[in-house]
């Protein structure tokens, strides 16, 4: 075994990303009080090629100089925007036909593993990383969606939760489509 040099790994130019399929996943991450969260969700919604990340409530933007320092340029290759309502975002991607699926634990969570065909394109909404998603914006959401915990703590770093979540999401996503998605 030998670590691959930069040259050697196989991934797209980011001049080639524009033309490359994203998968039907768009996020929303509502109120997040720590920019290095949010830079470390900009490298992972690269990773994951997702299709959009809404900035909503007070969650910091790419305009804030530490941010890049976890994005380390992903804030350039992911597409985004910033909202000041998610709630009335949320609204708006169900009417253009997204599941709106919050990453919180609730009575009736499942695994993102459980997700079916109809429920994409899907809307990811994360929350806060002491109070979760805010109650009325959970309001809006079709489904809730948790990951296994094995140990003594409740919940994970919201940047480390989402990197599982959307791992699991792109994973069961490109199993129920064509057998070779881009």
């Avoid at 009325?136 to 940047?159: M, R």
Wanted: charged content about 20%.
């Amino acid at each position: 075994m030998r670590k691959l040099a930069w040259d050697e790994i196989d991934r797209p130019a980011p001049s080639e990303l524009e033309s490359l399929p994203r998968h039907p996943v768009v996020v929303i991450a509502h109120n997040l009080r720590s920019i290095y969260n949010v830079g470390s969700i900009f490298r992972t919604s690269d990773a994951a090629r997702i299709e959009h990340l809404y900035l909503t409530g007070y969650t910091g933007t790419p305009a804030h100089k530490d941010m890049q320092k976890t994005a380390l340029g992903a804030q350039d290759l992911v597409p985004w925007s910033h909202h000041d309502d998610g709630r009335a975002l949320a609204r708006r991607l169900q009417s253009d036909g997204y599941t709106l699926a919050a990453l919180e634990l609730t009575d009736t969570s499942q695994p993102p593993a459980s997700i079916s065909a109809p429920d994409f394109p899907l809307a990811l909404v994360l929350g806060n990383e002491v109070h979760g998603v805010d109650a009325d914006l959970l309001a809006c959401c079709d489904l809730a969606l948790e990951l296994p915990q094995y140990g003594a703590k409740q919940s994970l770093n919201v940047a480390v939760a989402y990197g599982i979540a959307i791992y699991d999401l792109v994973r069961r996503y490109r199993s129920l489509a064509s057998p070779t998605p881009a």
